[in-house]
């Protein structure tokens, strides 16, 4: 599967606590998107990284929120001392530099107790 | 966060029936994608439309572009139990400034089909 693959696909956390998600892009794509999805709602964009750079950043990702991409390949969303308001869907997207449409991936789903 | 006006909201409809669902935004764009969301997944590109008017169909899907930018359609013919899901319609606008380009999104359109 040459896909957005993300992982892990659930996790369960408590409040305060740390967590972090990774996702793999689709390889030959240098641009890579985080989004957030609450229930019932449609994506909203958190951040953008153009191969390693992270380029634009939503005001939806406050100071507790940190994404990397280090090698231009993968990239990890850090989400330091979890509240309840962060349970969502994190989705990762990819697309080609001189294309348009993103790709997805099947998601992070966050719930924090 | 800003978030497209997609309608309707939700519909059942019997197996077989068209089916046709719209977006609308304030803004324009100069892309507008269509996706499909089954529960737990993350959305499926279905549709892109690239020019004002266009006019693409994918399968028993159609869509298009609105001549003004400002909206699209999507049109499913002759619906079958697999096409329950929410649709999202998604604008994007790329203006050539190193910025992320991101995807605005609808609010999505949740399609029950019965038998």
């Known amino acids: 599967d040459t896909g957005v693959s993300q992982n892990p696909r659930h996790k369960i956390t408590k409040r305060g606590q740390n967590v972090t998600f990774r996702c793999d892009p689709i390889s030959e794509h240098n641009r890579l998107y985080w989004y957030r999805q609450t229930l019932g709602q449609g994506p909203e964009f958190l951040t953008y990284f153009q191969n390693e750079a992270q380029l634009e950043k939503s005001r939806l990702l406050s100071d507790r929120f940190s994404a990397e991409r280090p090698k231009g390949s993968f990239s990890t969303l850090e989400i330091q001392r979890t509240e309840q308001g962060d349970s969502a869907m994190y989705l990762c997207a990819s697309r080609m530099n001189k294309a348009d449409t993103q790709y997805f991936g099947p998601g992070t789903r966050l719930t924090v107790l | 966060g800003q978030q497209l006006n997609q309608s309707p909201q939700s519909m059942f409809i019997q197996e077989g029936e068209d089916v046709s669902m719209n977006c609308t935004s304030s803004s324009i764009f100069n892309t507008w994608l269509w996706y499909k969301q089954d529960p737990g997944e993350g959305p499926v590109l279905l549709i892109a439309?690239?020019?004002?008017?266009e006019l693409t169909s994918n399968g028993r899907l159609t869509a298009q572009f609105g001549i003004t930018r400002k909206d699209s359609f999507l049109n499913i013919s002759a619906s079958i139990p697999s096409d329950v899901g929410i649709y999202f319609c998604a604008g994007h606008l790329n203006l050539n400034t190193g910025t992320a380009s991101k995807l605005t999104f609808g609010t999505g359109t949740r399609l029950q089909v019965t038998l």
């Open positions: 439309l690239y020019k004002a008017g």
